[in-house]
């Protein structure tokens, strides 16, 4: 079930001067209309059929027929684009069951049942990268804007597919707001579709793609 039920707008501007970039974090949570608010059958009705394959042969692909969704916490954001979320049992135990077993510990923290989400749509640059030389300051500036209002909030989540290293590729909401939609709304990101269309906001997606 995809439990979305409003996209945020944030109206506040990403400032960039003389290479320092400082992201607004007091998020301003006013919603875009009432037609904001989805259903699983209004976000159904806008969805692509199918999902490409995603796993690379790296455990059972995740399509929206056998999506992995519930509610959970932010833990930790990783950058603009990843994050590790809490979440219970139940949904824990399926993502194990299909992860690859060679990459469960790179996508799966058992002992705290943590779960490491990409988030699907979008593509930040990035800021916590193995390779140094990968990271850059924009990277930075979006996982602290990501960071100002996510972390530690409440999170819904629909799992659709699978990205490397077993990590599932996901809708994510924190605190009742859309992710991918805030992050590309305030032009930390573009409206990435190397994974496929979104399969539930495709059209909100593209819309405010800058």
Known sequence: MNPFTALKINKAPLILALG??????????????????????????????????TSKGRGATLTTSNEISGKGKIAYVIDGDTAWVSVNRTEFNEFL??????DKKKALRTDSMQVKMRIGGI?????????????????????????????GGSAEYS????????????????????IGYDMIKN???????????HPYFDAQYKKVSK
């Open 20 to 53: 320092l970039l400082s992201p607004v974090v007091n998020a301003d949570t006013s919603l875009l209309s009432a037609n904001t608010f989805y259903s699983i059958k209004n976000a159904l009705n806008s969805a692509v059929s199918t999902v490409s394959d």
């Open 97 to 102: 069951a299909v992860a690859d077993t060679k």
């Open 123 to 151: 593509n930040t640059a990035e800021s916590e990268h193995r390779i140094k030389s990968k990271n850059s300051a924009f990277g930075k500036a979006a996982s602290n804007y990501l960071k100002g209002w996510a972390s």
């Open 159 to 178: 799992c659709y597919a699978h990205g490397y290293y077993s990590r599932p590729i996901c809708a994510v909401s924190a605190n009742g707001f859309d």
């Open 187 to 197: 032009g930390y990101s573009d409206y990435d579709t190397s994974w496929g269309k």
